[in-house]
């Protein structure tokens, strides 16, 4: 006959504490085995020896007894489970520990974030989901295409987890086709036309030109806009933003150039200094962006770079 217990209710009977009642398990003084539902098993035999011992009387329980032939089929049944194998899941979406493992949960990242909370973003939550491998989960949601890349998280981040880096790498698991229109539509043209908005050539030097001629009538005596100037000091790149809207902005950075006396000269192709293969998390595309730009430096033979942003 077997005598089903609990810890707790073997310790109140003995009068000792629970951790001693593991003790006297762990030791072997109490010959008692697991059973279900956190309970444990003995022979009622070694239950009676262990009341003698101590100078007590069983103490009897119908609900104690329990059928030996019961517990002989509950270890059958043991035996054939198999064994549960949890799903593994790489974690693909960042490199080393840098990018997510050493994060403290703190939350300083969301209370420096300017959008935490639009449509439920939070940094916190990203870089826990990424250390969990919840890949497919983050890369569906408007997270990644919400944050401003503005990197006052990562600022803030006392364990210097690179955030911005883990934002880019999501933005790069979309597939191209997902991605929100404006961005993917600006690194398509500017693939194939040169620049975000896809201005034709003549369209930007005639712009550049009047530009110039409007400079000089405004005082600048002699200037001229300097396209494709060879050996020029400086390497001016322009947001596409500029020419095709708001072209006086252009004219500021001129005069200062004029003024200045600065050598200097802006490329008739390939002239885009906004990278959205940068923002979309598109690195082909981002170095193919950029490798024009050195191009542009190489064949003007310049020495300054100056970008828009």
């Not at 693909?92 to 949960?105: G, P, R």
């Not at 993917?184 to 030097?205: A, M, Q, S, W, Y």
């Amino acid at each position: 006959m077997m005598y089903e217990f609990r810890v707790s209710e073997m310790a109140e009977e003995f009068g000792v504490h629970r951790n001693t009642i593991r003790n006297w398990i762990n030791s072997g003084t109490l010959p008692a085995k697991e059973g279900p539902g956190r309970k444990y098993l003995m022979k009622f035999e070694d239950y009676q020896l262990l009341c003698e011992k101590f100078g007590r009387q069983p103490h009897i329980k119908p609900s104690s007894y329990v059928d030996p032939e019961k517990i002989r089929k509950l270890e059958e049944d043991s035996q054939r489970l198999e064994p549960m194998v949890l799903g593994h899941t790489e974690k693909t979406i960042y490199a080393d520990t840098n990018w997510a493992d050493t994060c403290l949960t703190c939350g300083t990242c969301a209370s420096a974030c300017p959008i935490a909370g639009v449509d439920g973003l939070d940094p916190r939550k990203i870089i826990r989901m990424a250390v969990l491998g919840l890949e497919d989960e983050l890369k569906d949601t408007n997270w990644p295409w919400k944050c401003t890349m503005c990197a006052k998280c990562e600022n803030a981040c006392p364990a210097g987890v690179q955030i911005m880096a883990l934002m880019r790498r999501l933005r790069g698991l979309r597939d191209r086709d997902l991605v929100p229109g404006p961005i993917h539509k600006g690194v398509v043209t500017c693939l194939e036309r040169g620049n975000n908005l896809g201005i034709p050539k003549d369209d930007f030097i005639f712009l550049c030109e009047e530009l110039g001629e409007e400079l000089e009538e405004e005082g600048l005596e002699g200037f001229k806009t300097p396209i494709d100037v060879v050996g020029a000091k400086v390497l001016v790149t322009v947001n596409s933003k500029e020419p095709f809207a708001e072209p006086d902005d252009m004219k500021y950075w001129w005069r200062i150039f004029h003024a200045a006396g600065e050598s200097w000269t802006i490329s008739s192709e390939n002239w885009e200094g906004v990278n959205w293969g940068l923002f979309s998390g598109d690195d082909e595309s981002m170095k193919t962006v950029v490798g024009r730009i050195v191009d542009n430096m190489r064949r003007l033979k310049c020495e300054v770079l100056l970008l828009p942003e």
